[in-house]
């Protein structure tokens, strides 16, 4: 995995995370909110339904009551009128009363008439439930709910259905009814069907908005890296043709210099001492002459020699430090071109790293070309100064400036390629050249910062 | 021994090859003595002490302690010996740069080994010598306008301890030279920088960058 994919990663992954943990949140809320809701609800239904069969009960109650308070315990006229009026009682479609005794002898099912006369209390509903006993029991006890399952009289399907059942005492009967939640459950049923259809909506919703982000946010990443990395390849490959012209140019002097020059001289020295030699063995008079004439060739090759090493690299730098050399170069310039030059530098030297003197130097030298080849400029001056934030070079000419497309009245980065090499060689200390123009001359000025300054102690100056 | 007294000739550069050659020209010669041949700057300081030469004769480029630098320090070591510079260098700035450190002359390596003898000679004598393709590169008066006077790395060593609040006395004793000699360096800084007082000297170092930590 390479760093930038490693970004790309960077950028995604949060994302990602974030949209997933803010989904998760919401839905894990909104469907805890939806369930108390829906749970709020169901029971508000049964609350509903229970009051709803206590009145129910209390209408049989006070239909019967007529008969079953003047009854005896064992009034068999009373007891059948009873069984007539719970049959005649009934709500809706679905709604009866039953009674049983509590024995588990059914008395009252309208619903069901076989069941009458039965004894039922072995019933169980679907979930093994012994519904009679239990209602029974309820009845004992004053009074009060179950639950269970039966068939609906309606539909003839199983049903969840709430009983209240009442207790006969002085007969010994249960007296009850009941309603068939279905209608409830269906209805929460449904509700739990919106919810889970709206989390499955909001999954989707968040998906449709995530994936293109994420898609975005990576095509994005990997247009831009193809982009900067062309750009990069192209500048890099510039660059590298640069520096090998460069290269060719200089070795392909260099070569022409040795060869033309210093290896010519050498092989005329060579020919004048074969020549001194054989004089010499014959006793000629004027070997001593010829021998002269081979240490002329020979000095001949060191100047050569000399000269080819300066152009290289001035070794003045190092030996005299950077104002002698810039005063060589100043001196060399104006000689050759007439030009005068006013040189005003530090006393001082050993200031800086030997690079960025080399690079200073080689500011100056193609400063000085710049304007030997294009300013015609008749004086020139070269003023360094050094202060506590770093050095400072401006070169200034009384020439023509770049002309009126070139003129800059403040100092600006150069646009020639020549001075952008000098300003690449500045930049790689922290430093800057800029180069302010006009038709009264050009100033051009390197920057250096403290940085390249060497820590100056008596020690330091005096090993340099 | 010959007669007069031969001058005592202490030769030092850094190739062999040159080393070599020198030396045996110059012992081809009766009233020259070479009294030693050092690789570097500090084994002919050390071998001047012993040996008490009339005449240095020193190539400038040398690693460790250039001949320059070394200049200074024999006149401040040795006052007696006089300094001929042995170059491959033709360059005015080198020249210049040589009597301002305190060279009484300064050859070319590649002159006749009889221009190096007279030179030797006339050094010796008292005087100076400059070998003819420097003399003109001197006389040539340089077309640039000049406007700053250098200092040596001497007076440059003094003025970083003088403007770091030394005395001249801890000055002298850091350096290993004399009080007076200190003295001198100071006055000719002064003289240089156009600048009166030890405050300005400090003031100046501060301004040009020389001392202070903060960047």
């Known amino acids: 995995m390479t760093l930038r994919h490693q970004i790309l990663a960077l950028a995604v992954l949060p994302l990602v995370i974030a949209i997933l943990a803010i989904t998760g949140l919401v839905t894990s809320q909104s469907t805890d909110l939806a369930r108390s809701g829906i749970a709020t609800f169901e029971q508000n239904m049964l609350k509903a339904k229970e009051i709803e069969l206590l009145n129910y009960t209390n209408l049989a109650l006070s239909a019967i009551a007529g008969v079953y308070d003047k009854a005896g315990p064992d009034d068999a006229a009373a007891k059948r009128d009873v069984i007539a009026i719970l049959n005649s009682l009934s709500y809706g479609p679905d709604g009866y009363f039953f009674a049983y005794e509590y024995d588990g002898t059914n008395l009252v099912l309208p619903p069901l008439p076989s069941f009458v006369g039965g004894n039922w209390l072995d019933l169980t509903d679907s979930d ?25 009289p309606s539909t003839g399907q199983i049903a969840d259905k709430l009983s ?21 459950i269906g209805q929460t049923a449904a509700a739990n069907a919106d919810l889970k259809a709206s989390i499955d909506r909001t999954f989707v919703l968040v998906a449709m908005i995530t994936v293109p982000a994420v898609i975005g946010v990576f095509l994005t990443g990997i247009l831009l890296n193809l982009r900067e990395r062309r750009l990069a390849d192209s500048k890099l490959k510039e660059l590298t043709q640069r520096i090998i012209d460069t290269q060719e140019e200089e070795r392909s002097r260099i ?10 001289i050498l092989v005329g020295v060579r020919y004048l001492l074969d020549l001194a030699k054989r004089k010499a063995r014959d006793g000629a008079p004027d070997a001593l002459a010829t021998i002269e004439r081979g240490a002329d060739g020979i000095n001949g090759a060191i100047k050569e020699v ?6 290289l690299r001035p070794g003045m730098l190092d030996d005299l430090g950077l104002t002698a050399a810039l005063e060589a170069l100043a001196n060399n310039f104006s000689e050759r071109t007439g030009i005068k030059v006013v040189l005003k530098s530090v006393a001082f030297r050993n200031l800086m790293l030997p690079e960025a003197k080399t690079a200073l130097y080689r500011v100056a030298q193609e400063a000085f070309t710049n304007i030997e080849r294009h300013a015609n400029a008749t004086e020139v001056s070269l003023l360094i100064t050094s202060a506590r934030s770093g050095l400072q070079m401006l070169v200034s000419d009384n020439g023509c400036g770049f002309g009126d497309a070139g003129a800059m009245e403040e100092f600006r980065p150069p646009r020639g390629l020549g001075l952008r090499n000098m300003q690449e060689r500045m930049a790689h200390f922290g430093g800057q050249l800029e180069v302010r123009s006009s038709p009264d001359g050009t100033t051009l000025r390197a920057r250096l910062p403290k940085s390249v300054y060497l820590t100056q102690t008596p020690q330091a100056v005096e090993h340099q | 021994m010959s007669q007069p007294r031969a001058i005592k000739v202490l030769v030092v550069d850094d ?3 040159v080393l070599e050659g020198i030396r045996a020209v110059l012992e081809t010669y009766d009233h020259i003595e070479v009294v030693g041949a050092a690789s570097s700057a500090r084994a002919a300081l050390t071998l001047a002490g012993r040996t008490a030469p009339d005449v240095v004769m020193m190539d400038i480029n040398m690693p460790d302690l250039n001949g320059l630098d ?24 080198y020249i210049s740069t040589s009597v301002m450190y305190g060279a009484s002359g300064y050859v070319l390596k590649d002159v006749s080994t009889s221009e190096i003898v007279a030179a030797i000679e006339a050094v010796a004598a008292g005087g100076t010598y400059f070998s003819a393709g420097v003399s003109d590169a001197l006389l040539q008066r340089g077309t640039t306008q000049k406007e700053y006077r250098p200092l040596t790395t001497r007076e440059q060593a003094v003025l970083l301890l003088l403007a770091n609040g030394k005395s001249n006395k801890d000055v002298a004793r850091t350096l290993d030279i004399s009080a007076r000699t200190v003295e001198t360096h100071r006055k000719n800084i002064k003289k240089k920088l156009g600048i009166a007082t030890t405050a300005g000297l400090t003031r100046y170092a501060i301004e040009n960058g020389l001392i202070g930590q903060e960047n």
């Open chain 1, 128 to 152: 093994g439930d012994f519904l009679i006993v239990n209602l029974i029991a309820r009845a004992r006890e004053g009074g009060g709910l179950h639950r269970y399952k039966w068939p609906k």
């Open chain 1, 164 to 184: 209240y059942a009442v207790g006969l005492d002085k007969w010994g009967w249960m007296l009850g009814t009941g309603v068939y939640l279905d209608d409830v």
């Open chain 1, 255 to 264: 070569a022409r210099e040795l060869h033309d020059g210093i290896s010519q």
């Open chain 1, 306 to 311: 000399r000269r080819i090493s300066h152009d």
């Open chain 2, 15 to 17: 190739h062999p090859l």
């Open chain 2, 70 to 93: 070394a200049v200074e320090l024999f006149r401040e070591q040795h006052p007696a010996t006089r300094l001929l510079m042995l170059s491959m260098h033709d360059s005015r700035e």
